[in-house]
């Protein structure tokens, strides 16, 4: 189903995912999929819920086995830590009675994992601050990070997950709980990094638009099989149908992305609601 | 300045052999729990400790029927109710509570047995008493390099694992991300919390060790957002609780009844319950304040702005 198109010689890629399946409780929750990072590539992990995105990231992680299939992070197979990825899952639930500072939980990004207790405060604290200007969290470096809005909390997360100067950043719907603004500034701010350091990002969501203006390419992801290229290539009737296995439509609409499916035939467009087990495709809402 | 120091402390305190070895038991039992109870109550196991301070008096009655010092029979039936919860409890948190809840019941269940035992085999009437609700004056000086030695290497395991606990708090999936050993570092954590729950034990009996795990540390949490300064944090108002609690209790055998000192535990217990009060309304009101501040400052940005006469309205 893949579609490569960058001339990807296996030996540069940041990621190489090559026919991954994973099975969870008798079920294939991924079935085949394959796909390449470049570094410094922009890469959309598109799909509704329970289509399998978080199920892919923890493959990649190294935190979930594959039934089948191989990934090679940086050209070298999964270890247990893998140093050049850099992790923004999907749910962390930031209490506010953490005794975190936004600042504390940058700080565990460079060195959480080690033992005994954080010395050279000068050094870490210089770092923390510059990660925390990068990604203009600095005004509430010093607040409790379970207090933050979701938003700013999702920026705290994201300067954890950098400071440790990984090659590869995954975020797992980082858009999610936030509103138009926030999600534009989350979306650019990613986009400037990836650009600016050569980061390559692997981010998923369940909607295409926030991310159109940013993205190189995209891996569309249904009922745990993927379609990968780019957004011309991979967001059409013809390849979104053979992916969810009915018919759908792709309708483009004030520069937005509609793909809607369940017509029963000529006489009219049925929106499925997509709950949560759905396998149809999102039902892009207009806002 | 005498007189001050003869109402507080009544005659014979500073001369007395249990109440130094009370100071510094409970001195060094509240620094060690307050310091593995922060980490308690930010991974949500505030449940898991009280039953395992409560499963503790099966082994405390057990180890006054063999003779033992209760410690050992805390800790013990600690640890090995902590591994019972962590294999019962497999990772769903609310599996984890059933579990506990299940190793609590059998641990009481043994607990009624053994403390019948103990009444009916023995002449000295109160074990109950001090097992369950602990009598810090009567901690034998004998256990003190044991109690030192046990708060020491909690200590140092809290030290070795401060990062690692604090980022698998954050989230697990990022820990292990970072190749963290989550599942035995969640071991190791609920064996140095049996054993910091033990020690409470030993000092205010099996039933009230939660007071002391959870209590401090929940108000350090609400007085200090830094992690090294609410480990710290709790400690202080641990051993705060503790020592006025030991003056207190020491200075009842004046009160009425007359002979009779108030049980040490009750002291601490409630100083630990009133700190926590405190320091609720104290950040209640340093908000309160806070807010109202910024709030008349924006009224004065607000009423200042001549040049955006819309901005008020
Ligand atoms: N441990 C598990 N055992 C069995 N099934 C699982 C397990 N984990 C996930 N699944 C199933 O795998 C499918 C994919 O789940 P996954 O969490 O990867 O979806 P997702 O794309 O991240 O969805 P969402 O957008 O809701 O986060 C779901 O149908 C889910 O029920
Ligand atoms: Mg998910």
Redesign the pocket.
Known sequence: MSVPTLDPSADDAILDVDGVSVW??G?E?LHDVRFRIMPGEFTGLI??????????FRVILGLQASSTGSVLVGGRPLTRRNPIIGYVP?KVFLDPDMPLRARDVVALGLDGHRLGVPLGWGRRRQAVDAMLDAVDARRFADARVGNLSGGEQQRVLIAHALISRPRLLLL??PLANLDIRAEGEVVALLARIAREQRIAVLI?A?DVNPLLPVMDRLVY?AAGKTASGTTAEVIRAEVLSALYGQHVDVLRVHGRILVVAGAEGPSGVTVEETD??AVGPDIVSLR | MNQVLRVLFAPGFFASGPVHAALVVGAVVALVTGAVGVFTVIRGQAFAGHALGEVGSAGGSAAFLGGANPLWGFMGIAVVAAGLIELLGLHRPRARDVATGLVLGAGLGLAALFLYLDATSSSTTGVAVTILFGSLFAVSQQMLPSIVALSAVSLVVIAVCYRMLLLSSLSSDLAAARGVPVRALGIAYLVIMAVAVSLAAETIGAILATALVVGPPATALRLTKRPGGALVVAGLIGVAAVWLGIVLAYDSYYWPPAGHGWPVSFFVVALVFLFYLVAGAVTGIAQARRSRRSESASRLAASGCAEHPGDAA
């Open positions: 969870l409780s079920r929750v799909g509704s819920n329970g289509a399998g995105k978080t199920t892919l999907q797992d719907e998923s369940h992801v949560g087990a």
